[in-house]
């Protein structure tokens, strides 16, 4: 079912001859390049980067190299990268690591309600284990925060700030720079968890004015079990693991190089892709199958989140009449979500979408449709097809038809729009 992409990569070994693929949120599949480039480092380059032999020199090479590549594409330097097994695990560096270091008696943490589990429940053990105080702020009807209400939380015994650059489900992207600046009047870190925003749009730490960010593999066609974080240089953290001097002495542990080159790798394309517009093809990709569907299906589909402020590659909708999970268990052609992973298989309304003021029937009823480095025109006219098709057998279309939100080219998307 599966084409070549527009970019001129052959389709991926993995999607060939299979369902249509429209879960890159969800995972990316590791590109054949990436794959490539770490191989010699699970054969012949076994060394380790901290022997001062000839064994360990390509190791340690190549290890240096991926740092490089990590912070060229997010605008950092190379020491200011450190490699962690997951984005979980980076985003408990920055968010423990910031108010444990901080030395204060009674920290207090600000983040948002739709910020990935990794933050939330990090800042859960923080109040539980070690008495910080967390303010959650709400977001709007389109995931947004408003930088007011983080004014307002604000109190010179706020050590940290964790917002993301981009939902994973709605593709909504806050306005960082802003409230970074915000959090820095007050004498604060702030924290971006920009798993789902680097690769498929420009990042840049210095502009954003964020003091730790992270950055996860296989959101990107790295393999699963390799991801970044940025710290800004002279930002103090309490290490994640204790013992050697790897990683700045924040990560204990010989370094798997295998997988650092693949971060390294991945980077390197992403840069290349992203400096030649390719979150255009994937913006016409996405507004493609919105106008599908909507003339497929006249009057029933709604859009979740913003229609311009969000990711190049994410489409989140409803359908009048039909749930999210019987609409996708109806169309085997496509390989697709209701929403976040991590809540994935639950039947419950999407908690995103809950607090984004969504009634349950609707956050129910979504569908997150998320598009990447091999979707193509014909994926996206299966898709559609598949789609309207399905739907068309649900008889409970409304009596009236409801308005919905144009889904009109962007311009190029930032996590920081003005």
Not at 110 to 129: G, M, N, W
Not at 143 to 171: K, Q, Y
Not at 202 to 221: F, R
Not at 328 to 346: N, R, W, Y
Request: charged share 20%; hydrophobic share 40%.
């Amino acid at each position: 079912m599966n084409g070549a992409a527009d970019d001129g990569h052959r389709i991926h070994p993995a999607l060939r001859g299979g369902p249509v693929y429209l879960d890159y949120n969800a995972t990316t599949p590791v590109d054949p390049r990436v794959t490539e480039a770490m191989l010699p480092h699970l054969t012949g380059y076994f060394g380790n980067p901290s022997s001062g032999h000839l064994y360990g020199a390509e190791p340690r090479r190549a290890l240096a190299g991926a740092r490089t590549e990590v912070a060229v594409l997010v605008g950092a330097e190379p020491g200011e990268i450190v490699f962690t097994a997951s984005g979980s695990e980076a985003d408990l560096l920055a968010t423990r690591g910031a108010v444990l270091a901080s030395g204060a008696p009674r920290p207090h943490v600000v983040t948002q309600v739709t910020e990935h589990p990794a933050i939330l429940e990090s800042c859960r053990v923080l109040e539980r284990l070690h008495g910080a105080r967390v303010t959650v702020l709400p977001v709007d009807e389109e995931g947004l925060v408003d930088p007011a209400a983080l004014g307002a939380a604000l109190t010179h015994e706020t050590v940290l700030v964790s917002v993301m650059a981009a939902n994973n489900e709605t593709g909504t992207l806050q306005p960082v720079a802003e409230l970074a600046a915000l959090a820095h009047e007050f004498g604060a870190l702030f924290h971006c968890d920009a798993a789902q925003a680097v690769g498929k749009i420009p990042i840049d730490v210095k502009a954003l004015g964020v003091d730790l960010l992270t950055v996860v593999g296989h959101k990107m066609y790295a393999p699963k079990g390799v991801a970044a974080l940025y710290v800004r240089e002279g930002v103090r953290l309490e290490p994640v693991t204790y013992g050697g001097g790897q990683e700045n002495g924040l990560r204990a542990g010989t370094e798997n190089v295998a997988l650092a080159v693949a971060l390294g790798t991945a980077a390197r394309l992403a840069a290349t892709e992203l400096a030649a517009g390719s979150w255009e093809r994937l913006t016409a990709l996405r507004d493609d199958l919105h106008r599908r569907l909507d003339t497929g299906l006249p009057g029933r589909v709604r859009l979740n989140g913003p229609a311009r402020q969000r990711l190049p590659n994410t489409l989140n909708l409803g359908i009048e009449g039909v749930l999210g999970h019987e609409l996708l268990d109806a169309v085997p052609e496509i390989a697709a979500s209701t929403g976040s992973a991590c809540h994935e298989g639950t039947r419950t309304p999407s908690p995103a979408l809950t607090a984004m003021g969504l009634p349950d029937d609707r956050a129910s009823g979504a569908l997150r449709l998320s598009l990447g480095r091999w979707t193509t025109e014909e994926d996206i006219a299966i898709a559609a097809t598949a789609l309207v098709r399905a739907a068309t057998a649900y008889p409970e279309a409304p009596d009236t038809p409801v308005a919905v939100r144009a889904s009109t080219p962007a311009s190029p998307p930032r996590p920081d729009p003005a």
